[in-house]
């Protein structure tokens, strides 16, 4: 019985190991098409479908979690400002907490679950129809037309979406701090700015929206050309591409943060939000 379960277990490790080898090798002929279509006009002509997929559809959702969160933020954390007497204070912490984490985080997520979903599912079903292999017998590598574009609208509309999340986020504090709380419109916007948000902060958040969108796009794609056979392997690569992505986010978004803070603390010391 030992020895059997050893056996599964080190079966499953192997088998992780060599999908993890395979994601890295399909990741590496993503970036290697990336740059060798950059100076291809055919590449560039199936960019704007995938812009106006990826970016354009994303706006609504984007747009009523970024606003909802930064009402939520106020709501929750007035009554324990007001306590200690920092209210006035609240726009820092709305401000900083959407700019840095919440925004680019939940943007990010967003993005994985309408777009990385959609692109598991369009290129499992290409996968599962054989489209693909009609694409490679006839001598053309998939990934540069199906992939590629796809990668490229992924990281160039995550940080887009990111600040405008991050935007509707800051004004829905402000919808709820100011009119409903009481807080003085010039003081919250004075704390907002000169508080602790800056323009490290705002770059460090668009910065990982970047990571993030080039995350979504390559596990999503990945699922989408090793899903399984039939609807449901392409719904079960639906479904692992949202975890893994999320999971990547989460992981990127930890990883990120720490490496900014030292930055920060190495080049302009320790600051206080209270400052």
Known sequence: MPLKMVEKIGGSA?????????????????ITWFFAGVVSRRS??????????????????????????????????????????????????INLSVVKQIGPVLAAVMVAGRVGGALAAELGTMHVTEQLDALRVMGSDPIPYLVVPRFVACVALTPILTAYSDVLGIFGGWLIAVPFFGIPNGIYWYYSIHGGVDTWQIMEGITKAFLFGGAIALISCYKGFTSGAGASGVGRACTESFVAAFIAIIIINFVFAEASKDMYNAIYGLRSVFG
């Open 44 to 93: 560039w002509r199936l960019l704007p479908p995938q812009l106006y997929e990826i970016g354009v559809r994303s706006v609504p959702v984007v747009a009523i979690t970024g606003g909802f969160i930064g009402m939520v933020m106020a709501v929750e954390t007035y009554s324990q400002f007001a306590a200690i007497g920092q209210a006035n204070r609240l726009g820092t912490i």
């Open 14 to 30: 192997i088998e992780v190991l060599a999908q993890f080898g395979d994601f890295c090798i399909f990741v590496w002929r993503t």
